[in-house]
Every structure is written in structure tokens, then in C-alpha cells.
């Protein structure tokens, strides 16, 4: 009987690029540092960091993040031209493991309306590109963008055309989510059967979920023999998004019976990776989400509840603790001290400066005085919230709200603006309207709120509540975030972190705008 080898997978993680790309997603450099953190602890087999040639704060992103990743490969995606590579060249120099990602569309839309060149110009360009990029980089991927909308033979000159001229890996990016499993699953196996030194390259997959197909399709190639897998914490990205990791990664790990392969990934640290991405993101993960969702591990009906009792495995394929679910204690209370709670960041790995650690202490203890019982996770929130502030122009001082079903409601605001105390009243569609509306007046700036949320980080009536806030600012997204036990005070941190960011950007241009 034939034996099965287990193959392994390799996890490319494209958080930092095709999820922040999307709208509303964008994270600053603080916070990408803390996803690659993230990352790294998950044991991804390659990060990667961004688009160096798209924006100044894309290189430096990149730059920065080469400087602390120590395991995983960083890779920097570039278009097919000399100065996007130097870009990305110049971007990766402190990586331990530098790749370059280079990518053109080779599907006749995109070659005619978007890239206006002839296919032979598309090929020329690869053969060129992938010999420069040589030069100066051993690993190099090459992505052929909308590939699943390509033509077969066109598709297999370009990819050989990589391939001779030096790519190492080979992305078939499914870029607009249009194919199926089983269609996906053949597309794979034909492209191998074709190229010409299959055993020479690494073949990967890049699936967009704009039908619901992407972890389908990601794993139906996996089968025809794709060894690495392109996907997004949470499936952030681009519309729909990408392939969720956490889906992929434990797919493959609950059915390796069935496809005999696995990924390095550390799944203890997929719900932490989660909570973060979503945290610096801003972007809510659905209740019902497999894996990370608040409910993937929720038994409601009787019939289930019984039989989990009788036997986890009844209605658990895997147990919430392998994907980094916590049972939920008293770690710390009242009566902790600043000792302790130092070594609890240490083993969670949490870094932080010496400032911003005193800052979270005294957050600790004021959550003590408020709520009856601290787990784990509101330590975590408290942690995350910190990380993500950033500069900081106003601080809330004081408020006092007015508020009743048949008054309107009305918020008095005292807001520390750059060290000077300024006050404002605003009236509002309730108090958080109103509070808002304050925050405007004294800030003198009138965005556009784009997305607000509100939701508990633990169970009871003291957990904590935590406000996520969107502004849309000249075309522009600033996110908020803001803790407390009291939902109006988290939703007025919230409104004034995004203020702060925005801020934080204005001031920075006004001044480049000067020079
Ligand atoms: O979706 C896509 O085609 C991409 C490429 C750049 C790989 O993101
Ligand atoms: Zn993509």
C-alpha cells in the first residue's frame, strides 16, 4: 500500500499588504509592528510587509518591520519596473530573509485596459524584470495578477518565462475571487503538468473571497499540490477579502487524514492574532466567523449542550484552546502588584516601553476599583488599546451628560488640547451624538463618522465595553478606539483617539506642505 508523506505548506501571511490595502483597514506603523509581532509568534513562513514603490509609509513600514522580524522570510511586493525593485531592495536590506514579490496581470482585460501592453510586451517585461530583480535578490516570487482569467497557454509562457529567468516561487493569484473548487483544483494540476521545472519552484495560491470561495479554493489546490498558501489574519483584504489563515490553517490541521499536509503555524496564537488584528484594524470579526468568531465554539441548543458534556467531541472538531481560546480566570486583582503585572506582560510577551507601562498600571488599577473580576482578556484589551494610541493632542479631562426620553440630550466636554484646558457644550441625538458634536467644536474639525461599533470584551454587567470608531477625513480613514466600563466614556476615548490621529496627520502635512 502507498504511504502518505506529510507535505507542508508554506503560510504566506499578506495582512500587512492586500488586507491593509483595504479600505478602512490601514494601520500605522506602530500597529503593523504589532501584527508582525503577532506573526512571528505564529511561526508564518513569510511576512509580507508591504509595497515599498506605493507610499513613503509603505518603505518605511517595510524597513522597520525587516529590522525586528528574526525567523520568517519579509517579503516586499514591487511591479515590474528597475525603481519599484531598488525601492524594495533598499526596503529589505535589514532582512534576515529578504523576497521579492513581483507581480503583472496576464489576463487580456487587464494586459488591454489596465496595463495598455500587447501580451509579448507583458512577456518581455517578466523576462527583463526577473533578470534584474536577480541581481540583487536569490528569492524572488512572481504573482501573474487575474491568472484564473488568463488564457492557459499565455499563462504558462509567462510563468516559464519567470521561471527561467531566475522566480523561486510561483503565485497563481485568483485576484477577483472568480473560481470554483473543483475548477481551481484542476487549473492547479494543469499548471504543474506544464511548467517546466515544476520540482525547481515552490507553486502558491492567492485566492480572493469575493463568491465566499477563497479557503475552498485555497485548499483544492493544496490537494492538486500548491505547497504555499497566501491568506490574511481574519481574511481581511481587498472587497470580500483574502483566504482567512486561521481557516486554512486548521482545515489542514483537522483533515490532515485527508490532505496529508500541515502548516508550521503555532495555533495557540491564533485567537491573540485575531484580537489584534481586529483591534488595530478597527475591523469587527462576524460573531459566526469559523475559528476566531465569538461563537465558533458556543454550544446553545440543549441537545448539544449535553452531548459536549458527555463528550467534547460530539459536536468539536477541535477544542477552543488549541486555537488559543483562554479559560477565563482571575489572573490578577486589586490586591496585585506593579511585580506582578510586569511579569504577566513578559510572559505574554507583550512589549512595551517603561512609560507606557506605568500608564497601563495605572489603567489596571483603576479597571480594579471599577470591576469586580479581571480575566485575561480584559488585561489583553487593556494592553491593545494602549498600543494603538497614538500621538495624543487632546485628552478627555471631564463630562457630564444630560440625558432622557423627553429632553434633548446635551454634553458638557473638558478636553486637555495640547496642555491647556478647553471646555465645550454641544446638544445631540442622544448622548453620544452630543458628546461627539462636542468633541468637534473643541477639536474645530467636522469629519465624516464612517463606522461606530460598541461591544463587550467580557461577559457580566461590569465587563468592559469596548468603542470602535471610523472618521473619514479629505478622503481619508482614522480609527478610534476607546475601553471603559461605561459605554459613553469608551465611545468618547474612542471619537477622541481617532481625532488625535487625524490630527497627528494634518499637523505632519501642514508642516511638509511648508518645506
Ligand atoms: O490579488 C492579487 O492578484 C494580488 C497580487 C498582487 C498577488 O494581490
Ligand atoms: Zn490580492
Known amino acids: 500500500e502507498k504511504f502518505a508523506m506529510t507535505e507542508t505548506v508554506k503560510i504566506f501571511d499578506t495582512t500587512l499588504r492586500d488586507g491593509e490595502q483595504s479600505p478602512g483597514c490601514t494601520m500605522n506603523l506602530k500597529e503593523k509592528l504589532q501584527v508582525a509581532r503577532q506573526l512571528e509568534k505564529l511561526n508564518a513562513d513569510i511576512i509580507e510587509a508591504g509595497f515599498a514603490a506605493s507610499s513613503k509609509g509603505d518603505f518605511t513600514s517595510i524597513e522597520e518591520i525587516s529590522k525586528i522580524v528574526t525567523n520568517a522570510t519579509v517579503a516586499g511586493l514591487s511591479r515590474l519596473v528597475e525603481n519599484d525593485i531598488d525601492l524594495s531592495f533598499d526596503a529589505l536590506k535589514n532582512a534576515q530573509n529578504p523576497r521579492l514579490h513581483l507581480f503583472i496581470a496576464t489576463s487580456p482585460i487587464h494586459m488591454r485596459y489596465k496595463l495598455k501592453m500587447s501580451p509579448d510586451e507583458v512577456l518581455s517585461s517578466i523576462e527583463n524584470s526577473v533578470k534584474y530583480a536577480k541581481t540583487k535578490f536569490s528569492d524572488i516570487e512572481f504573482s501573474a495578477e487575474d491568472a484564473t482569467r488568463s488564457e492557459f497557454d499565455f499563462l504558462i509562457r509567462a510563468l516559464n518565462t519567470a521561471i527561467k529567468a531566475g522566480a523561486t516561487t510561483i503565485n497563481i493569484p485568483d485576484t477577483v475571487g472568480y473560481s470554483t473548487p473543483l475548477e481551481f ?10 511548467l517546466v521545472s515544476p520540482e525547481k519552484i515552490t ?30 489574519i481574519n481574511g481581511i483584504g481587498e472587497r470580500a477579502g483574502n483566504a482567512a489563515m486561521e481557516e486554512i490553517v486548521m482545515a489542514l490541521n483537522v483533515r490532515n487524514n485527508f490532505y496529508n499536509a500541515k502548516t508550521g ?10 484580537r489584534t488584528v481586529s483591534a488595530v484594524t478597527g475591523s469587527v470579526v462576524q460573531p459566526n466567523k469559523a475559528i476566531v468568531g465569538k461563537n465558533a465554539f458556543l454550544h446553545e441548543a440543549g441537545i448539544h449542550q449535553h452531548g459536549v458534556m458527555e463528550n467534547k467531541a460530539t459536536y468539536e472538531i477541535m477544542t477552543p484552546e488549541e486555537v488559543g481560546y483562554k479559560e477565563q480566570q482571575l489572573i490578577l486583582g486589586k490586591h496585585s502588584g506593579r511585580h506582578a503585572f510586569e511579569n504577566w506582560l513578559t510572559e505574554n510577551n507583550h512589549v512595551v516601553t517603561k512609560e507606557e507601562e506605568k500608564e497601563l498600571f495605572k489603567k489596571f488599577k483603576q479597571l480594579c476599583d471599577k470591576k469586580k473580576t479581571i480575566t485575561e482578556r480584559d488585561l489583553e484589551a487593556l494592553v491593545q488599546n494602549k498600543i494603538s494610541v497614538g500621538e495624543e493632542k487632546y485628552k478627555l479631562k471631564r463630562f457630564v451628560i444630560n440625558v432622557g426620553n423627553t429632553i434633548t440630550s446635551t454634553a458638557v466636554l473638558t478636553v486637555s488640547a495640547g496642555g491647556k484646558d478647553v471646555e465645550d457644550v454641544a446638544i445631540g441625538d442622544g448622548p453620544v451624538d452630543a458628546s461627539f458634536k462636542a468633541i468637534e467644536k473643541i477639536a474645530g474639525v467636522t469629519p465624516e463618522l464612517d463606522d461606530y461599533n460598541i461591544r463587550s470584551i467580557t461577559q457580566g454587567v461590569d465587563s468592559l465595553g469596548e468603542a470602535l470608531v471610523r472618521l473619514k477625513y ?10 471603559s466600563t461605561d459605554v459613553i466614556e469608551a465611545s468618547i476615548f474612542a471619537y477622541i483617539d481617532a481625532v488625535n490621529k487625524l490630527e497627528a496627520v494634518i499637523s505632519k502635512e501642514g508642516t511638509e506642505n511648508e518645506n
Open 185 to 194: 483544483s484542476a487549473f492547479i494540476s494543469k499548471i504543474l503538468e506544464n
Open 203 to 232: 507553486l502558491s495560491v492567492h485566492c480572493h473571497n469575493d463568491l465566499g470561495l477563497a479557503t475552498a479554493n485555497s485548499l483544492a489546490a493544496v490537494k492538486s499540490g500548491a505547497r504555499q498558501v497566501e491568506c490574511t
Open 265 to 274: 503555524i503555532n495555533t495557540q496564537f491564533i485567537v491573540p492574532s485575531s
Open 474 to 483: 479629505n478622503g481619508r480613514y482614522f480609527k478610534g478606539r476607546g475601553l
